[in-house]
């Protein structure tokens, strides 16, 4: 096994215990893990109660090692930061107090070692209760990846921000900070009895598998390489051509940044090719509202696997073709005709499984449904022509 292999193993063990954990929660976990592998920023909403921060902070708690900026070390030993904001919350809490050093020599900046700006992971739940003075330096932050101390212009190491909420913003200065979340996660209560009554019982979590600053930057590195076909690309365009027609409509940076997010989902899965299936992590990432996510799931359905519903509806037809020519027919020149127009029939279905076969692997989608399907055909025409033979 190479080291990458046992990297991507160590991926899949730590999604595999924060789902085991966190039940009903695969989507959101699969979500956090692409963010981080993308260097994307991820906004959990949903009702108190609902695992948001505990997740957050039991995936933040998996990367270990304290980042480092310049020659001296800036955060605390994990490289993590989290803080619950309040309406009364002031800059201090998040980008550390004032330098009184600095104030003798006339400068006006912050004492940051285990503040936000330091660290690599970083959790805020009621993100939107930031006030206008916390607001500009998070956008900054999120976005340039920077920060202003005093008369400095630092970068910070921030790989991903995980914010929490319990319900969308209103206010219209907080649309930036909402809008430089990549990925949406709606998170609500445990739908399935059975899935809730495990959660009543199961221990509290706790932090397992664990990956260093270091091993995530070689994960990050292996998800560029992840390769986009660009057959891909046009799904996607056709993809944002029918949201916009539903007035859906995400910005043209969103559907760039979603690029990597959709090479994260593909490596998670331990494949170097995206293909079809990785698409549909963007129904976390076109969405404003979430009453569009119903719109969005469905056309992503359209576009990424609406070759599986041709498949089996050529299936559908061969077993009614077979069925038409295995009937007790009341005499041997019916019986004659029967297998001549099955054999036609069923060989023009096969010529256009075959055809749709061909385009899905043009275009990079899954195919072994789609193979499972023709192999079946196959089968069935195999069985009407021993039949037709034994008669």
């Known amino acids: 096994m190479t080291d990458d292999d046992a990297l991507l ?69 994990t490289g993590y930061f989290s803080w619950l904001l309040t309406k009364f919350s002031t800059p201090e809490e998040l980008f550390g107090p004032i330098s009184l050093a600095g104030l003798e020599n006339d400068e006006y900046r912050r004492v940051l070692d285990g503040k936000l700006p330091t660290a690599s992971i970083a959790f805020l739940d009621e993100i939107f209760k930031s006030s206008s003075a916390i607001l500009n330096a998070l956008l900054s932050l999120m976005n340039e990846r920077i920060f202003h101390n005093g008369r400095q212009e630092l970068a910070v190491p921030l ?28 998170v609500d209560y445990i739908q399935e009895d059975f899935r809730f009554l495990k959660m009543l019982t199961q221990p509290a979590p706790t932090v397992g598998t664990c990956l260093t600053l270091a091993e995530l930057g070689s994960l990050q590195r292996m998800c560029s390489a992840v390769e986009l076909p660009e057959a891909l690309l046009g799904d996607i365009a056709a993809l944002r051509k029918a949201l916009n027609a539903k007035d859906i409509v995400a910005s043209d940076r969103r559907y760039r940044l979603a690029l990597d997010v959709i090479r994260a989902k593909a490596l998670l899965a331990g494949r170097q090719r995206v293909d079809g299936h990785d698409l549909t992590i963007l129904e976390h990432v076109l969405w404003s509202d979430p009453t569009d996510r119903v719109e969005i799931r469905t056309a992503l359905r359209t576009i990424a696997f609406g070759h599986e519903d041709d498949a089996l509806a050529y299936l559908s037809q061969a077993r009614e073709v077979r069925d038409y020519a295995l009937r007790n027919w009341s005499d041997a020149e019916m019986t004659m005709r029967a297998n001549l127009e099955a054999h036609t029939k069923l060989k023009n279905i096969l010529a256009s499984c075959e055809r749709l076969l061909e385009d899905v692997r043009k275009r990079a989608r899954d195919p072994r449904s789609l193979e499972r399907t023709l192999d079946e055909i196959r089968a069935i025409q195999r069985e009407v022509l021993e039949r037709s033979l034994e008669q």
């Open 9 to 77: 193993e160590r991926l899949a063990t730590i999604r595999n215990e924060l789902s085991a954990v966190f039940i009903e929660r695969d989507e959101v976990v699969e979500g956090l893990l692409c963010a981080l592998l993308a260097g994307e920023h991820v906004l959990l909403l949903g009702p108190v109660g609902t695992a948001k921060s505990a997740l957050a902070r039991n995936l933040c708690e998996r990367i270990t090692h304290a980042a480092t900026h310049g020659d001296r070390s800036l955060t605390n030993s």
């Open 159 to 186: 790989i991903s921000l995980i914010g929490a909420s319990n319900e969308l913003p209103e206010e219209d200065e907080l649309r930036a900070l909402y809008d430089r979340f990549l990925l949406r996660f709606v």
